[in-house]
């Protein structure tokens, strides 16, 4: 049986646009994935540079995610990922893109806002969102949430530098006591590049066998 030319362009369609959403898109949340990601924020910062816009990126790490796992099972931690995922969503603006970044973190980049109040309401209120009980399977769970917060172009020109510097605030909340957000100040690096150097040197008077017990 010989299909109508219309219908077989539309179905050739449709599947090539299955593919590119499965190829830019997180399977499991259906958020967008690192790729979209990527190319999102490098087009915002080319065009920022140009029109001088502002831009935001927040990475955001789940707390007591790994418990969850560890206690429920992987089933009930994606379950939990999913509905993270629609809250995040929820609780952004249209032009927000919001990405799983892999694991239990997510990253959502605000490309044209005002300026750091803007920035940090949001990130407030993503906080109590993420956390608010969860119910899951008959279960209520409860996690926190750890943000990290950069702003283009202050704290960096590249795509590259502002992940690498939203991830430097997160992982400084994370030693601070968690579930918090911080934005990103030069200062982290300069922190996280000195106890990086410490372990270093720790690591070769070990194997110089230089350290010795005096009490």
Same mark, same amino acid.
């Given at each position: 049986?010989?299909? +109508?030319?219309?219908?077989?362009?539309?179905?050739?369609?449709?599947?090539?646009?299955?593919? %590119?959403?499965?190829?830019?898109?997180?399977?499991?949340?259906?958020?967008?994935?690192?790729?979209?990601? %990527?190319?999102?924020?490098?087009?915002? =910062? $080319?065009?920022?540079?140009?029109?001088?816009?502002?831009?935001?990126? %927040?990475?955001?790490? %789940?707390?007591?995610?790994?418990? =969850?796992?560890?206690?429920?099972?992987?089933?009930?931690?994606?379950?939990?990922?999913?509905? =993270?995922?629609?809250?995040? #969503?929820? *609780?952004?603006? #249209?032009?927000?893109?919001?990405?799983?970044?892999?694991?239990?973190?997510?990253?959502?980049?605000? +490309?044209?806002?005002?300026?750091?109040?803007? =920035?940090?309401?949001?990130?407030?209120?993503?906080?109590? @969102?993420?956390?608010?009980?969860? &119910? !899951?399977?008959?279960?209520?769970?409860? !996690?926190?949430?750890?943000?990290?917060?950069?702003?283009? +172009?202050?704290?960096?020109?590249?795509?590259?530098? &502002?992940?690498?510097?939203?991830?430097? @605030?997160?992982?400084?909340?994370?030693? #601070?006591?968690?579930? *918090?957000?911080?934005?990103?100040?030069?200062?982290?690096?300069? $922190?996280?590049?000195?106890?990086?150097?410490?372990?270093?040197?720790?690591?070769?008077? !070990?194997?110089?066998?230089?350290?010795?017990?005096?009490?």
């Amino acid at each position: 049986v010989l299909l +109508p030319v219309a219908l077989v362009w539309q179905s050739r369609k449709q599947a090539e646009a299955d593919i %590119l959403h499965m190829a830019t898109h997180d399977s499991l949340t259906g958020l967008a994935n690192r790729a979209l990601l %990527l190319e999102r924020v490098k087009q915002s =910062v $080319e065009s920022g540079r140009r029109q001088q816009d502002k831009a935001a990126v %927040l990475f955001i790490d %789940l707390d007591q995610f790994k418990g =969850v796992n560890d206690s429920l099972g992987h089933d009930t931690g994606d379950l939990l990922l999913v509905q =993270v995922a629609q809250r995040l #969503t929820h *609780n952004v603006r #249209t032009e927000d893109t919001v990405a799983r970044q892999g694991g239990d973190e997510f990253i959502v980049f605000l +490309p044209f806002v005002d300026g750091v109040a803007g =920035v940090q309401a949001l990130a407030e209120k993503l906080l109590k @969102a993420l956390s608010e009980p969860y &119910l !899951i399977q008959g279960k209520t769970l409860y !996690i926190g949430s750890s943000i990290g917060v950069a702003m283009f +172009p202050q704290d960096g020109l590249s795509v590259a530098d &502002l992940l690498k510097s939203s991830d430097t @605030a997160m992982y400084r909340v994370k030693e #601070t006591g968690r579930n *918090n957000y911080m934005f990103f100040t030069s200062s982290m690096s300069q $922190e996280l590049s000195d106890r990086f150097a410490l372990l270093e040197d720790l690591r070769q008077a !070990i194997a110089r066998g230089e350290l010795s017990l005096v009490y």
